[in-house]
């Protein structure tokens, strides 16, 4: 048992761990509406013979987004799907040295799609693009996907660095 002097210790709130939790939520209720979205619009078309308007701009939207907030969720735990097949003709030392290139390509990779998102988005909110029946901007989407991959391609730089 515990004095009433000691103090219990919660975990810190670093950025990283807000940030992974502010992602999971996000992800985790587009999921949710996702779901509720395509359940409505199943149920009204089929039952009522009156389909939910816009429905499929919803999950275009929903499901572009949902991709891009689970992004950075997935290349800080490592868990993009990968194919080791130097693993096994090199073996482990010369993986050893590919796996930090590789990374650090991987971030490459993520930073240039991080730039030409923000530029793309950025050109969308110029024209003030929006979907074509529930005029939804654009752009909003576009930062979203650009940010993402910005966090993406920092945490890949982050994985390939880590000893």
């Known amino acids: 048992m515990s004095s009433p002097t000691e103090t219990v210790r919660r ?4 950025a990283p761990r807000v940030l992974q939790t502010v992602l999971t939520a996000a992800a985790g209720t587009l999921l949710v509406a996702l779901t509720l979205v395509t359940c409505i619009d199943v149920v009204a078309r089929y ?3 009156a389909p939910l308007s816009g429905a499929y701009e919803l999950t275009e939207i929903f499901l572009a987004s949902l991709i891009f907030l ?5 290349t800080a735990r490592n868990e993009h799907v990968e194919v080791d097949l130097l693993d096994a003709a090199a073996g482990s030392r010369i993986a050893r040295i590919v796996r930090p290139v590789t990374g650090l390509l991987s971030a490459g990779v993520l ?3 991080a730039w030409r ?4 988005a950025a050109r969308l909110a110029e024209d003030g693009a ?3 029946s529930l005029s939804i901007p654009l752009a909003p989407v576009g930062f979203l996907a650009a940010g993402a991959c910005a966090i993406s391609a920092l945490a890949a730089a982050l994985n390939a660095l880590r000893p």
């Open 11 to 14: 975990p810190r709130r670093t």
């Open 47 to 49: 039952w009522f013979n």
């Open 70 to 74: 689970a992004l950075p969720l997935t």
């Open 111 to 113: 930073a240039i799609f």
């Open 117 to 120: 998102l923000w530029e793309h």
């Open 130 to 132: 929006v979907t074509d």
